[in-house]
């Protein structure tokens, strides 16, 4: 099994910058890819950023590209988001997922309220 808890989140002005932390725990060597998904309300959950656990290729959403690094530290492993410049529609809940080999991403964090006012 794999265990993710977050850290990080809180309330921002719009500009403002904010981390996010994920520390992964079990069976590490099951992973091959880590990500960060986002809800907001009324809406469905969606992609912000994912990285390659081994290679540390990433993707990034459109909308948050250029705005948002995701980074993972093998040796920790843990998985970072720093967001900067952030707008009100960044607004969500914002969860960390592991995606294990062979399979897709089923194993999720907590989640952990980021809230960007106006």
């Known amino acids: 099994q794999v265990q993710l808890v977050e850290s990080g989140g809180g309330l921002v002005q719009a500009g403002g910058s904010l981390r996010l932390s994920c520390a992964a725990s079990g069976s590490i060597f099951s992973i091959n890819a880590m990500g960060w998904f986002r809800q907001a309300p009324g809406k469905e959950r969606e992609v912000a950023a994912t990285?390659?656990?081994?290679?540390?290729?990433?993707y990034y959403a459109d909308s948050v590209k250029g705005r948002f690094t995701i980074s993972r530290d093998n040796t920790k492993n843990t998985v970072s988001l720093q967001m900067n410049s952030l707008k009100p529609e960044d607004t969500a809940v914002y969860y960390c997922?592991?995606?294990?080999?062979?399979?897709?991403?089923?194993?999720w964090g907590q989640g952990t309220q980021v809230t960007v006012s106006s």
């Open positions: 990285i390659t656990w081994s290679a540390g290729s990433t």
């Open positions: 997922a592991a995606r294990r080999i062979g399979t897709s991403w089923d194993r």
